[in-house]
């Protein structure tokens, strides 16, 4: 399973973007997919999932504000990001599991494969 992240740059506060995460090698249907960020010097954090194509979690820091969807037919996630302020400036990165349970979305060591990462940088 290959992920390719696209869709980061340079915005300001208050500015959107909107990555995507195109998947080939496997169907996504099944899998969770999900996107975390990392700032610099800082751990690899939770942005949100689709668990299983089921249900959408979030972290709180972002939710109202990101909003993630598939596109099975496309085998591409989306995370739609408005509102954006300094503190979202990372490198974003997609993640993608077929085999994860409910209490291990958070955690992206359970995560198998992973896309390259695509810089997202807000200025005030």
């Known amino acids: 399973v290959q992920l390719q992240a696209s869709g980061g740059g340079l915005v300001q506060a208050g500015g959107s973007l909107r990555l995507s995460c195109a998947i080939s090698?496997?169907?996504?249907?099944?899998?969770?997919v999900g996107w975390f960020r990392q700032a610099p010097g800082k751990e690899r954090d939770f942005v949100g999932t689709s668990f299983r194509g089921v249900r959408i979690y979030y972290s709180d820091s972002v939710k109202g504000r990101f909003t993630l969807s598939r596109d099975n037919a496309k085998n591409t996630v989306y995370l739609q990001m408005d509102s954006l302020k300094p503190e979202d400036t990372a490198v974003y990165y997609c993640?993608?599991?077929?085999?994860?349970?409910?209490?291990?979305?958070?955690?992206?060591?359970?995560?198998?494969?992973w896309g390259q990462g695509t810089l997202v940088t807000v200025s005030s």
């Open positions: 993640a993608a599991d077929s085999r994860l349970i409910l209490s291990s979305i958070y955690d992206p060591e359970r995560y198998d494969y």
């Open positions: 090698g496997r169907t996504i249907r099944d899998y969770t």
